[in-house]
C-alpha cells in the first residue's frame, strides 16, 4: 500500500504494506498531509539528537486528545507530523491544532499498559490484551488464537534477529512496544480497516499501517477454507489448520506484515524514508515462507518463495530487456496494478538472488538505505546510482547473472 505526502510542495508516495488473500500486494492512498515542509528536524546529522518535543492538544476523527510529541516535521503554516508516545504519527493540520506548548523533556515511549488502556478507551466491548516479550495483541478472538499468534511474531522476532546478525548488522531493541490488533470475524476487521484505508480493506487479510505502527488483522482460521469455515480453539487445532498447503498463502500474509513492522522498528528501515519499494517488499518476502512444520507456525528463512518463483517463472517468457533498470529506477510498476504481479516476483527474486549470491554487497547496500532522511525524495537516478554502487556499473551483465542464477533454483 501507499501514503501520501507532500514533500517540498510536492506530491509524494512513501510505502505502507498490505496483501490481498491471494497473497499479492495492493496500492493504495491511507493518508494525506497537506501541508508544505519547512524543515525536517528528525534524522538530521546536525541535530539527531535534538528533536522538539511539544505538548500537543488536538483534535482528529475519533475526538480530541491531549499528548507529548516528537515534531518530525513542521510545516510553515503550523502543520504538524507528530510522533506520540505510542509510536503512531499524526497528521496535524493547523485547525486540528486546539495548543502548544514547548516541553523540556524527551519524550518517553508508552507501556505496553497504556497502549492497551488507550486502545480501550475507542474500541467496543470484548477486547483482551495478550503480552509478549515485544508484542501487544489486541484482540477479541479466542485467547487460544491470541497467543498463538504472539508465539508465532516471537519466533519471527528471534529469527528475523538472528538471520542479519549473521550478516553482522545489530538490530535495535524496538523503542515502542509492537501493536498488533485481531479481530475475531473478517465482518469486525471490515468495520475497523475501512475507515483507515478505505474500501481496499476488502481485498486485503491484514496489512502494517505505517502511520499508526500497527498490524490488523483476523482470525484466519475461519478464512478461505483453512478449517473448514469455523474458527479454532485450541493451539493444537490451530498448528494443524495452518499446516494444510491450502493455507500457506493466508499463513505468509501475517508473517509479511510482520516483518514491515519489524523492519520499520529495529533501525533495519528507516520509517518515513524514501527506500525503494523493491527492497521493502522484496525482503519481505523473502522471510515469508512459511514453516508449516513448524509447531508454532513463522516463517523459514531463507528458502525459495514457491509461491513467487512460480509467478516469476511465468513472467520470464514476457520479460523484457530492461525489466531490472525500471524496477530499480522507481516504485511505479508495483504501485501499477497491471504491472504489480510481475514487479513483486521480480522484486522477491532479486532480493533471493543478492542476498545469496552478493551478500557483502546487499549488507553495505542496506547500510545507504539506512542513512535515508525521512521524507526526503530520492530521485530515479540517485536510486540507480546508488545500486550500482554496490553491484556493479553494467546492469545489463548483472541481469544476465540474476537469470541464470534464478532459472537453476527450485522450490
Same mark, same amino acid.
Given at each position: 500500500m501507499l501514503q501520501l505526502f507532500l514533500v517540498r510542495g510536492r506530491p509524494r508516495l512513501l510505502p505502507s504494506f498490505g496483501h490481498n488473500w491471494l497473497g499479492g500486494s495492493l496500492a493504495l492512498p491511507c493518508f494525506a498531509i497537506a501541508i508544505l515542509v519547512a524543515s525536517v528536524g528528525y534524522g538530521q546529522e546536525d541535530n539527531a539528537t535534538k528533536v522538539p518535543t511539544v505538548n500537543v492538544e488536538f483534535k482528529h476523527k475519533l475526538g480530541q486528545t491531549t499528548s507529548v510529541g516528537e515534531v518530525i516535521v513542521e510545516a510553515e503554516d503550523g502543520g504538524l507530523l507528530l510522533l506520540t508516545p505510542d509510536g503512531q504519527l499524526w497528521t496535524l493540520q493547523p485547525e486540528d491544532i486546539l495548543s502548544r506548548s514547548d516541553s523540556k523533556d524527551s519524550m518517553k515511549a508508552q507501556s505496553s499498559e497504556g497502549i492497551y488502556a488507550k486502545f480501550k478507551l475507542q474500541a467496543a466491548d470484548g477486547f483482551k490484551v495478550h503480552k509478549t516479550s515485544h508484542y501487544v495483541i489486541i484482540f477479541n478472538t479466542s485467547e487460544a488464537y491470541a497467543q498463538w499468534v504472539g508465539e508465532m511474531y516471537e519466533g519471527l522476532y528471534r529469527k528475523f534477529h538472528n538471520f542479519w546478525k549473521s550478516k553482522k548488522i545489530e538490530l535495535e531493541e524496538p523503542r515502542f512496544p509492537l501493536v498488533a490488533i485481531v479481530f475475531n470475524t473478517k465482518e469486525a476487521y471490515l468495520a475497523y480497516s475501512e475507515r483507515e484505508i478505505g474500501d481496499t480493506a476488502k481485498a486485503l487479510i491484514g496489512y502494517y499501517n505505517m502511520q499508526s505502527n500497527r498490524m490488523i488483522s483476523f482470525d484466519l482460521t475461519g478464512f478461505a477454507g483453512v *478449517?473448514? #469455515?469455523?474458527?479454532?480453539?485450541?493451539?493444537q487445532l490451530i498448528n494443524q489448520a495452518f499446516a494444510q498447503p491450502g493455507a500457506e498463502r493466508t499463513l505468509a500474509t501475517n508473517v509479511h506484515e510482520a516483518v514491515h513492522q519489524l523492519s520499520f522498528n529495529t533501525g533495519l528501515q528507516v520509517r518515513l524514508a524514501d527506500c525503494p519499494l523493491w527492497f521493502s517488499e522484496g525482503m519481505a518476502m523473502f522471510f515469508e515462507t512459511p514453516d508449516t512444520n513448524s509447531a508454532r507456525g513463522g516463517a523459514t528463512v531463507g528458502k525459495i518463495n514457491p509461491h513467487n518463483w512460480r509467478l516469476f517463472a511465468n513472467y520470464l517468457p514476457k520479460r523484457p530487456a530492461d525489466s531490472l533498470t525500471t524496477l530499480i529506477t522507481d516504485d511505479s510498476r508495483l504501485q501499477n496494478p497491471n504491472t504489480a504481479s510481475d514487479a513483486y516476483s521480480e522484486s522477491w527474486a532479486l532480493t533471493y538472488f543478492l542476498l545469496k549470491a552478493k551478500p557483502k =554487497?546487499?549488507? *553495505?547496500?542496506? #547500510?545507504?538505505? =539506512? @542513512? !535515508? @532522511?525521512? !521524507?526526503?525524495d530520492t530521485p530515479p537516478r540517485d536510486r540507480i546510482a546508488l545500486f550500482k554502487r554496490h553491484f556493479g556499473d553494467d546492469l545489463q551483465e548483472l541481469d544476465k547473472e540474476f537469470i541464470t542464477f534464478i532459472r537453476r533454483q527450485r522450490p
Open positions: *478449517a473448514g #469455515g469455523g474458527r479454532l480453539n485450541s493451539a =554487497q546487499y549488507v *553495505a547496500y542496506l #547500510g545507504d538505505l =539506512q @542513512k !535515508l @532522511k525521512p !521524507l526526503v
